[in-house]
């Protein structure tokens, strides 16, 4: 069974960075995609970048509000997923979760760029003040 572990996040003005990682076990991770997602209070988990390695070539697709300012990457020797987040700002804040392609019985379901992720990390809080 998928278990998505992640770290990072925490407190930061506006114009700060971050990093968050996300150890991914018991998932074929090297040939899914794999994804950061956001929710904030209120609101829907929105998808913000997406990432699929194919013969040593990376595939990254992006949402327009995260869109030079986050960087998604992975290291398939670890089995790691990260999300570099600079220049944040305010509207960043909320709840962030890494997620893998698929869907699991009975459990939270979204698409971005066309690709359902139904694997879920814990979550982790990123604040963002101005």
């Known amino acids: 069974q998928a278990q998505l572990v992640q770290s990072g996040g925490g407190s930061v003005q506006a114009g700060g960075s971050l990093r968050l990682s996300c150890i991914v076990s018991?998932?074929?991770?090297?040939?899914?995609?794999m994804a950061w997602f956001r929710q904030a209070p209120g609101s829907e988990r929105q998808g913000l970048a997406s990432?699929?390695?194919?013969?040593?070539?990376?595939?990254?697709y992006y949402a327009d509000s995260v869109k030079g300012r986050f960087t998604i990457s992975a290291d398939n020797a670890k089995n790691t997923l990260y999300l570099q987040m600079n220049n944040l700002r305010p509207e960043d804040t909320g709840m962030y979760y890494c997620?893998?392609?698929?869907?699991?019985?009975?459990?939270?379901?979204?698409?971005?760029?066309?690709?359902?992720?139904?694997?879920w990390g814990q979550g982790t809080q990123v604040t963002v003040s101005s």
């Open positions: 997620a893998a392609e698929g869907r699991s019985e009975g459990g939270t379901w979204y698409l971005f760029g066309g690709i359902g992720f139904g694997y």
């Open positions: 018991g998932y074929p991770y090297s040939m899914h995609y």
């Open positions: 990432i699929k390695s194919v013969d040593y070539t990376d595939y990254t």
